[in-house]
């Protein structure tokens, strides 16, 4: 049995949801740091255990073990401490996929640096913001023949930052070290810091800059006690296991990479699978999994909308015991149609950046089609009204985790940064809104509404733009939309969906009837969309997460401002 799953939860095995549900738990040592106590623990244990399949779109490959990870982040640490990083300095990682980010993350676990994850398409206006909201340091980001530009534009007026690392650069760079070049060089031994240089659990670890769908980028704070909350969701929602290939489909620069592709999948010890590469393209991941025999598999909806749009047949993905997806919800003729090939349900899952997994299809839980599942242990989770009472079963209510005086959750966000009146609002009580609504079934299944803002609030209904685009997606010639208010000069606003189009079909006046006729014969005639306009790409977050609030935004005639 795992020892380091048995070290933190007393019980792993379960015959029931409600088993698992009521009875279990995580022990939470004293100093834990994921980088000595799992990295460094695995190496010591079992020296040639993988902990990383890489591989890139031009063929690349690079696999290493535990031992391989913690040495280099030991060499890593040593290089970084000489360059004077310490304890509590701050370090934006623009990496995409590299391997190198896996060394990075440990080696600053390791001095007690914080980490904040970013993606590369960040601008110069983007690092700005981040880097005097939280005072970074550091900057560790990839050549990709732009990023590095962005950054050098951003040190002119971002004073706080006095050190620039490369990784993968052809060629040094002016007012730029080589990542490379501080591995080879590094000399000495690392050890683990103790005293006032050691960490505690209450020490920030990580910062999520979460920009949601709305407002600027808000700093979400873990603690090192964050990556012990995901053995809920990578033991027991992905399900992955001991030495199987796991892949998560996701950049360094998401949230959902730390869901996905570093702390409950190594405590688990699962290997990690990682294809990095600069564009999604579905062929070449249907490639990747079925040469790689990838054991258990996570994307975002998205992600199989578009795989669907190909020939998945044709592919042998039998190695996969176990398909999962979050970020959005999942349209339940998605999974229909996935099952109907691979002949696999897919299991949901639902979260914020702010914790781990807080509902989802866990093993003993059938999927339902168009469901999220069910809540996880340890979380509290219930549906209160806007005045915090509990709602009844069938009702809308807002989605919470209780009790946070009685137990705070493993894994759950402690914070934002800097600002302890929002802190306050949020965490301070004894509830933490995600703001996010659904509804429970008698059998405890949970099915997601809408974000509150995205709600839509015509001629006295409440409409649900997940349901809408749950009926839209049903026909064939949608890969996906996103269904929002317009503004309208008689009716105040209307709905409008936004399509992408499946391959093979054009807009058209005809294709726009046909559309509402669906929408009209699957559900109450007055959620149809009056508006239909097609595009080729929905706005997106860093996460995946559609922006429905740009698109509101716009339509209003505003101008609306990423961060």
């Known amino acids: 049995m795992n020892h380091l799953l048995k070290k933190y939860c007393p019980r792993i095995e379960f015959d029931s949801y409600e088993d698992f549900f009521e009875n279990f738990s995580i022990e939470i040592p004293e100093n834990f740091n994921f980088a000595y106590d799992v990295v460094d623990e695995w190496a010591r244990v079992e020296p040639e255990k993988r902990a990383l399949v890489w591989c890139d779109d031009d063929d690349n490959e690079k696999v290493m073990t535990f031992t391989d990870v913690a040495r280099m982040s030991d060499r890593l640490a040593l290089a970084l401490s000489a360059q004077g990083v310490t304890k509590g300095d701050v370090a934006l990682l623009m990496l995409r996929q590299r391997w190198e980010y896996w060394i990075c993350a440990v080696a600053l676990n390791k001095i007690g640096a914080v980490i904040i994850p970013a993606t590369t398409q960040l601008t110069a206006k983007d690092i700005v913001y981040r880097a005097d909201a939280a005072s970074v340091k550091i900057v560790i980001a990839l050549d990709d023949g732009r990023l590095l530009e962005q950054v050098e534009t951003a040190c002119e007026e971002a004073q706080s930052i006095e050190l620039r690392i490369t990784v993968n650069a052809p060629v040094a760079r002016d007012g730029w070290l080589l990542w490379e070049d501080l591995i080879d060089e590094a ?27 709305t407002g600027l980028a808000k700093m979400c704070c873990h603690n090192y006690v964050h990556p012990l909350g995901h053995i809920l969701t990578a033991k027991y929602w992905q399900q992955v296991r001991e030495d199987a290939l796991h892949c998560s489909v996701t950049d360094s620069g998401w949230a959902k990479f730390g869901w996905g592709k570093i702390y409950g999948q190594w405590i688990a010890g699962a290997t990690i699978f990682a294809f990095d590469t600069v564009r999604f393209n579905p062929l070449r991941l249907l490639e990747r999994i079925e040469r790689y025999r990838v054991t258990t598999f996570c994307v975002p909806p998205t992600m199989y909308r578009f795989m669907l749009q190909e020939d998945v047949a044709r592919f042998d993905l039998s190695s996969v015991e176990n398909f999962a997806t979050a970020g959005e919800p999942l349209n339940a003729e998605v999974t229909r149609q996935w099952e109907r090939i691979t002949g696999k349900k897919i299991r949901e899952g639902f979260g914020q950046s702010e914790g781990p997994v807080l509902l989802a ?10 469901s999220m599942g069910k809540p996880s242990p340890l979380l509290n989770i219930a549906l209160l009204d806007d005045r915090g009472a509990p709602v009844p079963e069938g009702d809308e209510g807002n989605i919470c985790i209780t009790r946070l005086k009685e137990a705070y959750p493993p894994g759950l966000f402690v914070g934002y940064y800097r600002d302890p009146e929002r802190t306050a609002d949020s965490v301070g009580g004894e509830y933490y809104d995600l703001g996010d609504g659904a509804w429970r079934d008698v059998d405890g299944y949970y099915t997601f509404v809408g974000r509150s803002d995205d709600v839509i609030k015509c001629s006295g209904y409440r409409i649900s733009p997940f349901e809408v685009e749950s009926v839209l997606i049903e026909h064939a010639a949608v890969v996906e939309c996103a269904v929002t208010s317009a503004p309208d000069e008689v009716r105040g606003s209307v709905v409008k969906a936004t399509v992408v189009l499946a391959k093979g079909f054009e807009p058209s006046s005809a294709l726009v009837t046909e559309l509402q006729e669906h929408v009209k014969a699957a559900t109450a005639p007055y959620k149809y969309p009056r508006v239909i306009e097609f595009t080729d790409e929905l706005p997106k977050t860093i996460g995946g997460k559609i922006k429905r609030a740009k698109i509101r935004t716009e339509d209003a005639g505003g101008v609306w401002h990423d961060q």
């Not at 683990?192 to 979460?210: C, H, K, Q, W």
């Not at 299809?361 to 168009?370: C, L």
């Open 361 to 370: 299809t866990f093993p003993w839980v059938e999927p339902r089609p168009g």
């Open 187 to 213: 000399t000495g031994e690392w050890t683990r810091p103790v005293g006032v240089d050691a960490t505690s659990n209450e020490d920030i670890m990580l910062i999520y800059f979460t920009s949601g769908t």
